[in-house]
């Protein structure tokens, strides 16, 4: 029972990379899922959220315009495309399964994690 992380490296500013997160032996298809990040010495922060229909998402106004998040329930996948890479997106990015189907931005409401992937972003 898990969420895999994978798709994270090293990039150069400006760069993309595209996160997936993939569920074994756990149901996510009518849950919101999301996407943290923590950098070293901060607290692990909201990056994006999506609804279970995948209908509706939110993102933290840093990432807004730069980076997807979008889900394939069929494949009990879901995905961050990262575009426009700064330095300061390096963190390692977790992925979650919300307790309920509905969107949020709050740590709390995410009961399962995954591992990390790194992402850095280098000039």
């Known amino acids: 029972v898990q969420l895999q992380a994978s798709g994270g490296g090293s990039v150069q500013a400006g760069g993309s990379l595209r996160l997936s997160c993939a569920a074994s032996?756990?149901?996510?298809?009518?849950?919101?899922m999301g996407w943290f990040r923590q950098a070293p010495g901060r607290e692990r922060e909201f990056v994006a959220s999506?609804?279970?229909?995948?209908?509706?998402?939110d993102y933290d106004d840093s990432v807004k315009g730069r980076f997807t998040i979008s889900r394939d329930n069929a494949k009990n996948t879901m995905y961050l495309q990262m575009n426009s890479l700064r330095l300061e997106d390096t963190a390692v990015y977790y992925c979650?399964?919300?307790?309920?189907?509905?969107?949020?931005?709050?740590?709390?409401?995410?009961?399962?994690w995954g591992q990390g992937t790194q992402v850095t972003v280098s000039s």
């Open positions: 999506i609804s279970w229909t995948g209908r509706m998402t």
């Open positions: 032996g756990l149901a996510v298809s009518r849950y919101a």
């Open positions: 979650a399964r919300s307790r309920n189907g509905g969107l949020s931005t709050l740590k709390t409401d995410f009961g399962f």
